[in-house]
């Protein structure tokens, strides 16, 4: 990212894509943007849900020009994901310096199947005609330690419960390792809590028993 570019912007709208909502920053303020619209004063920023991409770790050699590394990831990203080579997939990557290889260089990749991201963002495209930038979700962790809210030394595993998507991932010295989706959303683990109880609950009451309670509820059948 270009920060002075960024700086030059009046406003930044943080996208919820999985529940259409919308955040505005200005000045360090935040608040709800309840009728976004489009501008081009403004940087607009989502996540990609755990569920719609593709993580893994792959090396090349360190004799690798930079100008064709770009294309010997992705070739070796298609070849050892055994991709469907008919699908043009968006593939990101980050390089990694933990591993102890005089010979190769690692990289983190992302990748995403097109029609995941068009799925994913075609409610916010319509609200707001553009987004800027779009981060996989357990990179935005990284802003734990780069805010210093978290020490950057050791290592730290996160698991992240959202309403349609649970992940589970790892940092060592404040960089991403690792990351898993695990299949126990809260519409999942809200579905199970109501079968256990043997009586149907909102959601929204599960939420807020999960909320104020977590799992020191006073209620012995919770």
Do not use: W
Not at 102 to 112: D, G, K, S
Not at 187 to 197: I, N
Not at 208 to 218: C, E, K, R, V
């Amino acid at each position: 990212m270009n920060l002075e570019k960024q700086q030059s912007f009046t406003s930044v709208l943080s996208v919820d894509p999985y529940k259409r909502e919308y955040f505005k920053s200005i000045s360090s303020h935040l608040e709800r943007e309840v009728d976004p619209v489009y501008s081009k004063s403004q940087f607009v920023v989502s996540y990609l849900g755990a569920k719609s991409f593709i993580s893994s770790l792959i090396s090349v050699s360190k004799n690798i020009p930079e100008d064709d590394l770009s294309d010997i990831i992705e070739n070796k990203v298609y070849e050892e994901l055994a991709l469907d080579m008919a699908i043009s997939y968006k593939i990101n990557y980050i390089e990694t310096y933990n591993h102890a290889d005089e010979a190769n260089r690692f990289f983190h990749v992302f990748v995403v199947d097109p029609l995941n991201l068009d799925e994913d963002f075609a409610n916010s495209v319509e609200d707001i005609k553009y987004i800027d930038q779009i981060i996989p979700v357990p990179l935005l962790l990284k802003t734990l330690y780069t805010k210093e809210i978290l020490d950057s030394s050791g290592v730290q595993c996160f698991i992240y419960f959202q309403e349609n998507d649970t992940f589970l991932t790892v940092y060592a010295e404040s960089d991403f390792i690792y990351m898993k989706s695990l299949k126990f959303s809260l519409r999942e683990l809200h579905e199970r809590f109501c079968e256990l109880l043997g009586e149907q609950t909102s959601f929204e009451m599960f939420s807020q028993i999960l909320s104020n309670d977590g799992f020191a509820t006073p209620n012995r059948e919770y």
